[in-house]
Structures are given as C-alpha cells and as structure tokens.
C-alpha cells in the first residue's frame, strides 16, 4: 500500500510539473510547408483500435477519451485533401520472430496475446481482417495507391524499419505524427526522427495508450511529447494548417 500511495504522489508531481513547464517552455515555432511535410501514422491496427482487438482491454477507454479512430480518420482526409505525403509505420510479427530469447515487458506481452501475428513476411495469408490488418475505416486511405506502407518496425521505433529512408528519398524533412501507441511507438518513433533530423509534431488526440492500475501511458506520452517534440496540435488545429483557403 506504501509503495502504492508513493507512486500515485509520484504520477500527480509530474503532472503538477508538467503543467507548469508547458507554460515555461518555448513554442519551437515549426511551421508545416506541404512540400517537405508528411503525415505518418504508427499502427492504424485492429489489436490496437478496434473494440476485438487484442490490447483493447487495456487501451479502449483511452481511445475513446481521445475519440482517437476518428481523429486518426480526419488526419487521413485532411492530408490526402492537402496533397501531402502519407505514410503507415506498421508493427507485424511473423513466426521467425517468436525465437526472440528475452524482451521488455509489453515485448513480452504482446508475444503472449499473438498481437501482431502474421504467417509470413511473404505471404498475406490469414491478414485480411486479422489484427494485424489496418482497421477498415483507414482500408480506403491506406489502399489509394500513394500511401507509403513502410517495412514493419519489430520493437517500438523506426530503426529497425525503411521509414526515414523512404522519407528522405521524398524530400520530406517535417513530420506530423500520430496513430498507436502513445508512449511506445509514436513517442519512440519521435525521439527517432528528432535525432535524424526531422521537425516533428505529435497529434496529441489521434494517440492513446494502455492505461492499468497506478500507470498511465498516456498522460506519460503528453509530458514527454512537450518536452521533446517541434510541436503537440489537435487534429483540428492540423486541418487549420494545412487548409490554404482563408478562414471566412
């Protein structure tokens, strides 16, 4: 109980502080230039976002606090309608990957729930519908033909995936970022791209995160997007920016 009501103290400070320094920290100002910017969205996934999903049980309530499958949905329209770059960084794992000899503890969660789970990397046997598959919503966005599905990143960031080289090879040096999980994916994909010299700001309601007694992914997400990130918008405040006709 001791060690219980330390961490609940512990949880309230950083919110408390995080409060505080939103309001003392500076705004890096970044401004969205179509050209050289590209939507990218971590994990549009059924075991993710859909009520059958395998992570719903620890992620649901904060996807709809969020209104997160919708925002994520607007997010698609409003690029697709600007003319901007899109791009999917997926989280697939296939039977070679269950050799994995140790992990870190969602690692080894989401090896125990088979999220994630596909047949092969050749093969899209048993994908369609899976939860490994692109929540039906996103199908029409995803499979227009010029959104960028990048190669599956294993763990949480980019590294282990083609995604920065695929931007590069766009000119893309900004990025507005969203999709799953707050503070596994998107934020490692963040620090990620941060240090290979992207602008990125964080689309704070079109994440979520696992949310289980004494731990909140997401409001850890928020404290860490203000501190490192070019910019942390609404998914409104990104359709502001990237409609070009004058407010009426």
């Known amino acids: 109980m001791e060690i219980r009501n330390q961490l609940i103290v512990t949880v309230a400070s950083l919110l408390v502080f995080c409060g505080t320094a939103d309001a003392q920290l500076p705004d890096p100002g970044m401004k969205i230039d179509p050209a050289r910017t590209a939507l990218v969205v971590t994990d549009p996934q059924n075991d993710f976002l859909s009520p059958e999903g395998a992570t719903w049980g620890v992620v649901g309530k904060s996807v709809e606090a969020n209104n997160t499958v919708a925002n994520i949905e607007s997010l698609f329209k409003s690029a697709k309608a600007a003319g ?13 990957d269950s050799s994995w000899e140790f ?63 695929q931007l590069r090879k766009r000119g893309i040096d900004k990025v507005i970022l969203a999709g799953m999980s707050a503070n596994l994916c998107v ?47 609404t998914t409104s405040e990104v359709a502001t920016r990237l409609d070009p006709r004058p407010v009426q």
């Open 84 to 96: 901007i770059e899109v791009f999917v960084s997926p989280h697939y794992y296939y039977p070679t």
């Open 103 to 165: 992990g870190g503890a969602v690692e080894v969660m989401m090896k125990e729930i088979d999220m994630f789970s596909r047949e092969g990397a050749l093969t899209t046997k048993g994908f369609s519908g899976s939860g490994a598959d692109w929540l039906t919503v996103y199908k029409p966005y995803i499979a227009d033909g010029r959104t960028v599905v990048a190669s599956p990143h294993k763990v949480y960031g980019p590294e282990s995936n083609d995604l920065v080289l």
């Open 187 to 233: 934020e490692s994909h963040l620090r990620a791209l941060l240090e290979a010299g992207f602008e990125v700001a964080v689309v704070k309601d079109a994440t979520a995160a696992a949310v289980v007694p004494g731990l909140d992914g997401y409001q850890a997400a928020l404290v860490n997007f203000r501190f490192l990130a070019s910019a942390v918008l």
